[in-house]
């Protein structure tokens, strides 16, 4: 009897650790850095941090379980070194800042203002439910929520307006909307909604009174158009993006095409972009294979710097 309750209880124990060690394998784990020049008096989990971005935590948290001492990440074209042994990241040009491994149960007992570098969004106010710009009347191409009233809308649609006011409701929108913006909640390789590419198939029907170009084939290699803005480059904006290539695919020299209000000539065969009759006003342009982004200085799409991604040995630059 007392060996049959015996082997009850060291069923019931390594039931126990079998139960612990899932739960440790279950759970996940979010870095984060702390914001430099924070006040000496600040205690440690009060102090201002952020998320690493999303498409950078399985890289680092990969390195860091192969116990490697090192791994470089790139943040819209600065490189960084993740430090694991002095927990800190570097970019050999901004003080050192100290770095954290915690548990996702964890992020509640500590101050992180928002990802990589860019603050969480307001959500106390007016919450927009749907997906309708209210400029375009389309699905919103790279949606835009102004924080002070709520209201979204697409970042082309919402930066060629001519007064800095909602559309919706005249609330006041921030400058710094557009002034060097960065963002963790685009995707530099984003696809055209299909909604927005079918207006701009009928828009190039209608202005040609002729065919469009429209790959159907799945195996067919995926483009970017890119242009330069000083020493890195951007993405076209997706709807600009189907224009150019639509213009390539039926061998055009150029082409006109609409950004933010304005109107400009590209010169698909010198690849070079000029803005209405400010020929001093160029920028060099570039036709590139998806899987080349990696070799540009690639710093976003549409002038928002949001491409974030692992350095690894396979990546040339």
């Known amino acids: ?84 042994v002095t927990k800190t990241r570097s970019d050999g040009e901004c003080v050192p800042q100290e770095i954290e491994r915690i548990s996702v149960s964890e992020r509640k007992d500590f101050n992180i203002l928002g990802v990589a570098g860019v603050k969480y969004p307001n959500l106390n106010n007016f919450q927009q439910t749907d997906s309708m710009c209210y400029i375009c009347y389309c699905e919103q191409t790279i949606p835009t929520r102004i924080d002070a009233c709520g209201h979204s809308f697409c970042f082309m649609c919402l930066k060629s307006v001519p007064v800095r006011k909602c559309p919706t409701c005249r609330g006041n929108m921030p400058e710094t909307m557009f002034n060097n913006p960065r963002r963790y909640d685009v995707d530099v390789h984003m696809k055209c909604p299909p909604e927005v590419a079918a207006d701009v198939f009928s828009y190039i029907k209608r202005q040609e009174g002729g065919t469009i170009f429209k790959s159907k084939k799945p195996g067919n290699r995926k483009f970017y158009w890119i242009y330069q803005a000083r020493l890195f480059w951007y993405r076209y904006d997706p709807r600009t993006e189907l224009v150019l290539e639509d213009c390539y695919r039926k061998n055009k020299k150029r082409c006109e095409v609409e950004i933010c209000g304005k109107k400009f000539t590209i010169d698909i065969e010198k690849k070079i972009q000029v803005r209405g009759e400010r020929h001093s006003e160029r920028r060099c342009i570039q036709r590139i294979e998806a899987e080349d982004i990696y070799r540009y200085d690639v710093r976003g799409i549409a002038g928002i710097q949001c491409h974030f991604f692992p350095v690894t040995n396979r990546m040339l630059y």
Request: aromatic share 14%.
């Open 1 to 84: 009897m007392e060996q049959n309750v015996n082997d009850v209880r060291e069923e019931e124990v390594e039931v126990e650790v079998e139960e612990e060690e899932e739960e440790e394998e279950e759970e996940k784990y979010v870095w984060i850095y702390f914001c430099p020049d924070l006040p000496s008096f600040c205690y440690w989990k009060d102090q201002p941090c952020y998320e690493f971005h999303p498409d950078l935590q399985d890289h680092i948290e990969e390195s860091y379980q192969s116990r490697a001492k090192t791994c470089k990440v790139n943040e819209t074209g600065s490189v960084w070194i993740i430090n694991f």
